[in-house]
């Protein structure tokens, strides 16, 4: 009897692990204790499209996106987030493309694409490091050419003289 118990317990360890989808990673977390869970759904976003003003650059990146949600994991017991760890360095969602891997200091970064005919489709980012962890998963339909205008734009000598610290 004692061996089911042990073998049970190990499955829904195994289970808890290896979410390999996002939807069912958000949904395994989002309920914790101190688990902060914000999603803006495409109602919520095209209202906010709206809002925007039509001419400035943060128009484009909003018109790209249609929803986004976030999983913070803030002062949350040391046992959701060793289990939150456990997660992140086994999970492999299906469909999506491994982008960046970043492991320095205690922090580990995940970042994952969807494509779909030349587009970005979605994009799903992982942070984990020892006081905390993160889930952002952003959808959309995002032209890689506005991604490097983005990138080329924020890199800027001019715009990084205004994000002295």
């Not at 069912?24 to 495409?42: D, F, S, W």
Request: proline letters at 2%; a positive charge.
């Amino acid at each position: 009897m004692k061996r089911f118990i042990i073998i049970g317990i190990l499955a829904l360890c195994t289970l808890s692990a290896s979410a390999q989808s996002v939807k069912g990673l958000i949904e395994q977390y989002r309920h914790e204790k101190n688990v902060i869970h914000l999603h803006i759904t495409p109602a919520l976003m095209s209202f906010l499209k709206v809002l925007a003003k039509s001419h400035s650059d943060d128009s484009k990146a909003l018109k790209a996106v249609s929803s986004f949600r976030i999983l913070v994991f803030d002062d949350c017991d040391s046992i959701v987030k060793s289990r939150f760890r456990n997660t992140v360095q086994t999970f492999h969602p299906k469909g999506y493309t491994p982008i960046i891997y970043n492991k320095q200091a205690g922090e580990t970064n995940y970042v994952y694409l969807k494509e779909k005919k030349g587009c970005i489709r979605e994009v799903l980012i992982l942070a984990i490091d020892k006081q905390d962890g993160a889930i952002v998963r952003i959808k959309g339909k995002i032209s890689p050419n506005d991604v490097d205008s983005v990138v080329k734009e924020s890199t800027n000598k001019k715009n990084l003289k205004s994000y002295k610290l």
